[in-house]
């Protein structure tokens, strides 16, 4: 079958024209379309009528999004790639805020507007994998700070890397000791990935736990 630019453009177009969503938002209208930012959120933009045009904006989405995943955008490579971004599609920048992305122009150039707009700040949201990556926080670390909240809410008292003295007599440091005035509690963060070892740790707690309930009844 053979196809024609005139095909293509109105496949396009009617595409572009079934997924584009428009709401009141006051005297102005808020614009859905058929583009998505990184989180999978549509592109929306704000068309205000101002005098004898139009000002579109993106109400500084893709900055609240990257400063959301870590990005400060207000200095350094992201303050210049954002205003790269800018340049590139042809803002003015017009009556804009600190971190919005808006231009203003003609009735007539309202779609190419529109298109610059959108354009810029799905260029702006790509800018996310600038964050720094925070470091992983260790699975122990994570346990320790999950008891401790739980633990001192009721004036319990939290000991990191506590000695254990087992039913051999020897002493194995556990991940944290949990204890009230006269009751102690141990827990072991163990890790998935040598399951033997795991098996280890817990099997040496359990021993000491049963020997000392034991001595307890005896």
């Excluded at 930012?37 to 993106?58: F, N, T």
């Excluded at 808006?102 to 150039?109: F, L």
């Excluded at 298109?115 to 702006?124: D, E, H, I, T, Y």
């Excluded at 990556?133 to 990191?160: N, Y």
Aim: hydrophobic residues 40%.
């Amino acid at each position: 079958m053979a196809m024609n630019s005139e095909t293509v453009v109105g496949a396009i177009l009617r595409a572009v024209n079934d997924h584009s969503v428009t709401q009141p938002y006051g005297d102005s209208l808020l614009l859905d379309l058929p583009l998505t930012y990184g989180d999978g959120d549509a592109v929306r933009l704000l068309v205000e009528p101002i005098g004898e045009g139009y000002r579109v904006s993106d109400r500084a989405t893709a900055t609240t999004l990257l400063s959301m995943s870590g990005v400060n955008f207000d200095h350094g490579r992201p303050a210049e790639a954002i205003a790269e971004a800018a340049r590139l599609s042809g803002l003015n920048g017009f009556n804009a805020v600190p971190g919005e992305l808006a231009t203003y122009g003609s009735k007539e150039s309202l779609g190419e507007l529109v298109l610059a707009v959108a354009q810029a700040s799905m260029r702006v949201d790509q800018l996310r994998w600038l964050a720094v990556k925070q470091p992983l926080v260790r699975f122990p670390d994570q346990v320790v700070d999950r008891v401790k909240e739980w633990a001192t809410k009721d004036g319990r008292r939290v000991r990191r890397e506590a000695p254990m003295r087992l039913s051999s007599g020897r002493e194995r440091q556990v991940t944290l000791q949990v204890s009230s005035a006269n009751k102690a509690a141990y827990v072991q963060a163990v890790s998935g990935r040598d399951q033997e070892q795991a098996a280890e740790h817990c099997y040496h707690i359990f021993s000491w736990a049963v020997s000392r309930i034991l001595d307890r009844s005896s």
